[in-house]
């Protein structure tokens, strides 16, 4: 489905297409659903290659993953926190709460999660008494399934943007 942002419709899949090139350091590497297909004795018959682009820059990038991250840290995104592996992301809820939507990610995963009806501005009802925000549902659900991909995985920070331009202010 469409997430509208303004005025303008995106599909969800080009929403996490945009927010993985923030985590990919500005380079956007176009959607794609199979990685890689193993046949029965685990010998690869079809492995993804991607040609990424450069969107932005690499510490523009690194600002954008700060400010995100403490979206997620103190801000409307707090419900998406995971307990040990450091996260991105943005709430969003349209007029009258028609679409809610969560994009975040980490140094390992992108997803975006949306909620509304399809083809429809009626808002969606409150979920026992709750609004349906962009800062809730769709928060703890990103949150419930990044917290399971994650369980196995040693936790990564993001880069360092100090680190990244040698430690230098930029005015």
Not at 33 to 50: A, C, P, T
Not at 61 to 68: F, N, P, S, V
Request: proline share 7%; net charge positive; charged share 20%.
């Amino acid at each position: 489905h469409n997430l509208t942002l303004g005025t303008k419709e995106v599909p969800v899949l080009d929403m996490a297409a945009a927010y993985s090139a923030i985590a990919n350091d500005g380079v956007r590497i176009p959607p794609y659903f199979v990685e890689k297909i193993l046949d029965r004795k685990g010998k690869v018959i079809y492995q993804h290659q991607s040609n990424g682009t450069r969107a932005f820059s690499a510490q523009t990038a690194c600002l954008a993953t700060d400010i995100l991250k403490h979206n997620v840290e103190y801000g409307t995104g707090k419900r998406a926190a995971l307990p040990k592996q450091p996260a991105a992301g943005k709430t969003g809820t349209t007029d009258q709460g028609a679409d809610v939507w969560f994009v975040g990610f980490t140094p390992y995963l992108t997803t975006a999660v949306w909620m509304g009806v399809p083809d429809s501005n009626k808002p969606l009802p409150a979920i026992d008494g709750v609004a349906n925000m962009g800062g809730f549902f769709p928060a703890r659900i990103w949150q419930a399934y990044n917290q399971t991909f994650h369980e196995n995985l040693d936790p990564r920070p993001f880069t360092d943007c100090g680190a990244q331009r040698g430690g230098r202010n930029v005015g």
